[in-house]
C-alpha cells in the first residue's frame, strides 16, 4: 500500500530564515505527491504537486517542493519564512491502484515561525 | 474562497440529537469526500462518492449517514452522537477517482461538538 512519513510533528524557524518540512512516500508506479496547508480553523489548502516533469515544483505563498526519486522524498522549502506561514502542513500520495482511498495523507506537520 | 462550501461552520448538539451537516461544490467535480479530523489524530477517510454512488464506506459507524442527491451535494446526516464524535468534518471534492493529475480540494470544515 503506498504510504507517506512526515518525521517531524513539529519544526520550529525564525522569520525570515529558509524553512524545509519534509515527507517520504513509498508508492508502486509513478508517485503523484501534493502538498497542503491548514490555517487555525480553516481547511486544507491546496499548495503544490508533482505529477511529472521538474524535480523542482513551484507552488502557492512561494513555497516549491523537491522531488527526489532515489530518496524517495518531497520536501516541501520556502527561501525566506514568515509569520504567517505557521501552520500544519500535510504531504498526500494519490494512489491509482486504490479506487476508494486513493488520496493518502501523511500525519502533519506543525510549522512555527518565530518573530 | 475554495469552491467547496460546508455549512454550518459550528454545530453543538446534544446525544440526542439529529442534525444534518452540508457541502457543496462549485468546481464542476464528479468525486466527493467526507474526512474526520481529530485533534492529535490523522485525517480520517469516512466516505467516498463518485458520480452520486458510494465507493467507500471506511468502517464508519451507522450513526454516520452520507447522502449525495447529486455530484454537487454531500450530507452527512448524525443521531445519537457520542463526545467522541466532536471534531472537524471536512468534505472535499476532486475531479475524478482515477485521474492521476486531479487535485483534492476542501472546504473549511464544519466543527461539531457533542454534549
Known amino acids: 500500500a503506498q504510504s507517506v512519513a512526515q518525521p517531524e510533528d513539529q519544526v520550529n524557524v525564525a522569520e525570515g530564515n529558509p524553512l524545509t518540512v519534509k515527507c517520504t512516500y513509498s508508492v508502486s508506479g509513478n508517485p503523484y505527491l501534493f502538498w497542503y496547508v491548514q490555517y487555525p480553523n480553516r481547511g486544507l489548502q491546496f499548495l503544490l504537486k508533482?505529477?511529472?516533469?521538474?524535480?523542482l515544483v513551484k507552488g502557492s505563498y512561494g513555497f516549491e517542493a523537491e522531488f527526489n526519486k532515489s530518496q524517495t522524498s518531497f520536501h516541501l522549502k520556502k527561501p525566506s519564512a514568515l509569520v504567517s506561514d505557521s501552520a500544519l502542513y500535510f504531504c498526500a500520495v494519490r494512489d491509482m491502484r486504490n479506487y476508494g482511498q486513493n488520496f493518502v495523507f501523511g500525519p502533519g506537520t506543525r510549522l512555527s515561525v518565530l518573530p | 474562497e475554495t469552491g467547496v462550501t460546508q455549512t454550518p461552520r459550528h454545530l453543538v448538539m446534544g446525544m440526542t440529537n439529529k442534525k444534518s451537516l452540508k457541502c457543496e461544490q462549485h468546481l464542476g467535480h464528479n468525486a466527493m469526500y467526507w474526512y474526520k479530523q481529530s485533534a492529535k489524530k490523522p485525517l480520517e477517510l469516512m466516505f467516498v462518492y463518485s458520480l452520486e454512488e458510494r465507493v467507500e464506506n471506511n468502517s464508519v459507524p451507522s450513526r454516520f449517514s452520507p447522502e449525495c442527491p447529486n455530484s454537487s451535494h454531500l450530507f452527512l446526516h448524525l443521531h445519537t452522537l457520542q463526545p467522541e464524535d466532536s471534531a472537524l468534518y471536512l468534505c472535499?471534492?476532486?475531479?475524478?477517482?482515477?485521474?492521476?493529475?486531479?487535485?483534492?480540494?476542501f472546504g473549511e470544515g464544519s466543527w461539531l461538538t457533542v454534549v
Open positions: 508533482y505529477i511529472t516533469g521538474d524535480n
Open positions: 472535499a471534492s476532486s475531479q475524478d477517482l482515477q485521474g492521476a493529475m486531479d487535485t483534492i480540494y
